[in-house]
Protein backbone atom coordinates (compact mmCIF):
# COMPACT_ATOMS: atom_id res chain seq x y z
CA UNK A 1 0.00 0.00 0.00
CA UNK A 2 1.23 3.57 -0.88
CA UNK A 3 1.19 6.30 1.54
CA UNK A 4 -0.21 9.43 -0.94
CA UNK A 5 2.00 12.67 0.17
CA UNK A 6 1.30 16.34 0.93
CA UNK A 7 3.07 19.29 0.26
CA UNK A 8 3.95 22.02 2.67
CA UNK A 9 1.52 24.29 0.07
CA UNK A 10 -1.24 21.18 -0.40
CA UNK A 11 -1.75 21.15 3.35
CA UNK A 12 -1.92 24.92 3.86
CA UNK A 13 -4.41 25.05 0.75
CA UNK A 14 -6.35 22.50 2.48
CA UNK A 15 -6.83 23.90 5.69
CA UNK A 16 -7.27 27.19 4.82
CA UNK A 17 -10.63 26.35 1.90
CA UNK A 18 -11.71 24.12 4.69
CA UNK A 19 -11.43 27.03 7.48
CA UNK A 20 -13.53 29.42 4.52
CA UNK A 21 -16.02 26.69 3.62
CA UNK A 22 -16.32 26.28 7.68
CA UNK A 23 -16.90 29.45 7.89
CA UNK A 24 -19.89 30.25 5.09
CA UNK A 25 -21.33 27.74 6.81
CA UNK A 26 -21.74 29.53 10.31
CA UNK A 27 -19.35 26.28 11.33
CA UNK A 28 -17.64 26.37 14.85
CA UNK A 29 -15.91 29.97 15.36
CA UNK A 30 -13.17 28.31 16.94
CA UNK A 31 -12.40 25.31 14.83
CA UNK A 32 -12.60 27.76 11.72
CA UNK A 33 -9.82 30.13 13.63
CA UNK A 34 -7.22 27.76 14.08
CA UNK A 35 -7.05 26.43 10.59
CA UNK A 36 -6.21 29.90 8.69
CA UNK A 37 -3.93 30.70 11.19
CA UNK A 38 -2.03 27.40 10.48
CA UNK A 39 -2.26 27.81 6.82
CA UNK A 40 -1.09 31.74 6.93
CA UNK A 41 2.12 30.80 9.03
CA UNK A 42 3.01 28.47 5.90
CA UNK A 43 2.29 30.82 3.51
CA UNK A 44 3.88 33.63 5.16
CA UNK A 45 7.07 32.42 6.13
CA UNK A 46 7.24 31.30 2.43
CA UNK A 47 6.11 34.78 1.12
CA UNK A 48 9.46 36.22 2.74
CA UNK A 49 11.94 33.86 1.91
CA UNK A 50 10.84 34.26 -1.77
CA UNK A 51 10.86 38.24 -0.79
CA UNK A 52 7.43 38.61 -1.82
CA UNK A 53 5.17 41.42 0.09
CA UNK A 54 2.92 39.60 2.97
CA UNK A 55 0.19 40.72 4.69
CA UNK A 56 2.03 41.52 7.89
CA UNK A 57 3.54 44.08 5.73
CA UNK A 58 0.21 45.94 5.59
CA UNK A 59 -0.40 45.33 9.03
CA UNK A 60 2.55 46.69 9.81
CA UNK A 61 3.02 49.97 7.72
CA UNK A 62 -0.21 50.63 9.49
CA UNK A 63 1.18 50.27 13.38
CA UNK A 64 4.36 51.84 13.00
CA UNK A 65 4.32 52.80 16.38
CA UNK A 66 4.56 48.69 17.89
CA UNK A 67 7.48 46.49 17.42
CA UNK A 68 7.19 43.21 15.15
CA UNK A 69 6.78 40.98 18.00
CA UNK A 70 4.59 43.20 19.59
CA UNK A 71 2.78 43.15 16.61
CA UNK A 72 2.14 38.95 15.97
CA UNK A 73 1.59 38.55 19.82
CA UNK A 74 -1.30 40.59 18.52
CA UNK A 75 -2.15 38.78 15.40
CA UNK A 76 -1.26 35.31 16.69
CA UNK A 77 -3.22 36.14 20.30
CA UNK A 78 -7.02 33.95 19.72
CA UNK A 79 -4.56 31.12 17.76
CA UNK A 80 -2.12 30.63 20.76
CA UNK A 81 -4.70 30.35 23.42
CA UNK A 82 -6.17 27.14 21.49
CA UNK A 83 -3.09 25.76 20.69
CA UNK A 84 -1.26 25.92 23.89
CA UNK A 85 -1.93 23.90 27.11
CA UNK A 86 -1.78 27.60 29.38
CA UNK A 87 -1.75 27.94 33.41
CA UNK A 88 -4.83 26.16 33.74
CA UNK A 89 -7.99 24.91 32.03
CA UNK A 90 -10.11 27.91 33.54
CA UNK A 91 -8.45 30.52 31.76
CA UNK A 92 -10.26 32.25 29.06
CA UNK A 93 -9.95 34.54 26.16
CA UNK A 94 -12.29 37.48 24.38
CA UNK A 95 -12.99 35.71 21.26
CA UNK A 96 -16.15 35.77 18.43
CA UNK A 97 -16.63 34.91 15.03
CA UNK A 98 -15.94 38.77 13.66
CA UNK A 99 -12.46 38.12 14.51
CA UNK A 100 -12.10 34.89 11.83
CA UNK A 101 -12.61 37.75 8.70
CA UNK A 102 -9.25 39.50 8.87
CA UNK A 103 -7.40 35.73 9.84
CA UNK A 104 -8.70 34.37 7.03
CA UNK A 105 -8.06 37.57 4.74
CA UNK A 106 -4.66 37.11 5.90
CA UNK A 107 -4.21 33.69 4.86
CA UNK A 108 -5.96 34.72 1.87
CA UNK A 109 -3.59 37.37 0.44
CA UNK A 110 -0.73 35.70 1.26
CA UNK A 111 -1.81 32.55 -0.37
CA UNK A 112 -2.83 34.82 -3.44
CA UNK A 113 1.07 35.90 -3.50
CA UNK A 114 2.03 32.52 -3.37
CA UNK A 115 0.05 30.93 -6.11
CA UNK A 116 -1.32 33.79 -8.35
CA UNK A 117 -3.06 33.60 -10.56
CA UNK A 118 -4.00 29.70 -9.92
CA UNK A 119 -5.10 30.37 -6.38
CA UNK A 120 -8.16 27.93 -5.21
CA UNK A 121 -11.46 28.97 -5.87
CA UNK A 122 -12.55 29.59 -2.26
CA UNK A 123 -9.88 32.26 -2.00
CA UNK A 124 -11.17 34.22 -5.01
CA UNK A 125 -15.03 34.03 -3.59
CA UNK A 126 -13.81 34.88 0.69
CA UNK A 127 -11.85 37.55 -1.57
CA UNK A 128 -14.59 39.07 -3.19
CA UNK A 129 -17.23 38.79 -0.05
CA UNK A 130 -14.30 40.61 2.54
CA UNK A 131 -14.23 43.41 -0.10
CA UNK A 132 -18.07 43.47 -0.87
CA UNK A 133 -19.17 43.47 3.01
CA UNK A 134 -16.40 45.51 5.22
CA UNK A 135 -15.16 49.21 5.08
CA UNK A 136 -11.98 49.59 4.64
CA UNK A 137 -9.77 51.74 7.19
CA UNK A 138 -8.42 54.12 4.76
CA UNK A 139 -6.02 55.97 7.01
CA UNK A 140 -4.30 52.91 7.53
CA UNK A 141 -4.25 52.05 3.76
CA UNK A 142 -3.40 55.50 3.42
CA UNK A 143 -0.34 55.02 5.58
CA UNK A 144 0.94 51.93 4.14
CA UNK A 145 0.54 52.80 0.37
CA UNK A 146 -1.75 55.38 -1.17
CA UNK A 147 -1.56 54.34 -4.06
CA UNK A 148 -3.38 50.98 -2.64
CA UNK A 149 -5.64 53.19 -0.73
CA UNK A 150 -6.63 54.66 -3.95
CA UNK A 151 -6.93 51.36 -5.77
CA UNK A 152 -9.67 50.19 -2.81
CA UNK A 153 -11.98 52.95 -3.15
CA UNK A 154 -12.30 52.47 -6.74
CA UNK A 155 -12.55 48.38 -5.94
CA UNK A 156 -15.24 49.34 -3.22
CA UNK A 157 -17.19 51.88 -5.40
CA UNK A 158 -17.45 48.98 -7.88
CA UNK A 159 -18.39 46.63 -5.30
CA UNK A 160 -21.14 48.54 -4.08
CA UNK A 161 -22.19 49.05 -7.52
CA UNK A 162 -22.68 45.47 -7.70
CA UNK A 163 -23.74 44.01 -4.39
CA UNK A 164 -25.25 47.18 -3.15
CA UNK A 165 -26.42 47.38 0.86
CA UNK A 166 -24.12 44.23 1.32
CA UNK A 167 -22.12 46.79 3.86
CA UNK A 168 -24.82 47.76 5.89
CA UNK A 169 -26.72 43.73 6.10
CA UNK A 170 -26.77 42.15 9.36
CA UNK A 171 -23.89 39.30 9.56
CA UNK A 172 -26.15 36.44 9.04
CA UNK A 173 -27.19 38.00 5.48
CA UNK A 174 -23.73 38.75 4.73
CA UNK A 175 -22.51 35.03 5.25
CA UNK A 176 -25.47 33.90 3.08
CA UNK A 177 -24.43 36.03 0.49
CA UNK A 178 -20.73 34.38 0.78
CA UNK A 179 -22.19 30.99 0.68
CA UNK A 180 -23.79 31.83 -2.64
CA UNK A 181 -20.36 32.87 -3.69
CA UNK A 182 -18.77 29.76 -2.99
CA UNK A 183 -20.72 27.96 -4.59
CA UNK A 184 -20.65 29.29 -7.89
CA UNK A 185 -16.75 29.32 -7.45
CA UNK A 186 -16.98 25.88 -7.06
CA UNK A 187 -19.29 25.30 -9.84
CA UNK A 188 -17.00 27.21 -11.94
CA UNK A 189 -19.20 30.67 -12.44
CA UNK A 190 -16.34 32.80 -11.44
CA UNK A 191 -13.73 33.04 -13.98
CA UNK A 192 -10.10 34.43 -12.97
CA UNK A 193 -8.59 36.56 -16.11
CA UNK A 194 -5.67 39.11 -16.43
CA UNK A 195 -8.19 41.91 -18.16
CA UNK A 196 -11.04 43.04 -16.20
CA UNK A 197 -14.79 43.17 -17.60
CA UNK A 198 -17.13 45.77 -15.58
CA UNK A 199 -18.53 43.55 -13.56
CA UNK A 200 -15.13 41.98 -12.51
CA UNK A 201 -13.58 42.19 -9.00
CA UNK A 202 -9.75 42.93 -8.77
CA UNK A 203 -8.52 39.88 -6.14
CA UNK A 204 -4.61 40.57 -5.97
CA UNK A 205 -2.57 42.86 -8.71
CA UNK A 206 -3.44 41.90 -12.05
CA UNK A 207 -5.66 39.50 -11.25
CA UNK A 208 -9.91 39.65 -11.62
CA UNK A 209 -12.50 37.49 -11.22
CA UNK A 210 -16.06 37.87 -12.72
CA UNK A 211 -19.16 35.79 -13.13
CA UNK A 212 -19.05 33.78 -16.23
CA UNK A 213 -22.82 33.59 -16.51
CA UNK A 214 -24.93 35.94 -14.37
CA UNK A 215 -22.98 38.82 -13.56
CA UNK A 216 -25.83 39.57 -10.59
CA UNK A 217 -25.47 37.02 -7.63
CA UNK A 218 -27.55 39.48 -5.29
Known sequence: MTIPTITKLGAANRQLTTAIRMFFADGDAVAVHTLPCAAREIYEKHCRKAGQGRMFDFVQAGNPGRAEKELWNLLNAARNFFKHEGDSLDQSIEFDDTMNDFAILSACTDCATLCSPHQPV????????????????????????????????????????????????????????????????????????????????????GVFVGLQDDPALA
Open 122 to 205: EVQAFSIWFVAVEAPDEQAMAEADPEDANACRTMQTQIDRLYPGLRTAPRAEKKRFGLRLLDDAVAGRLVERSVPSASDVQIAL
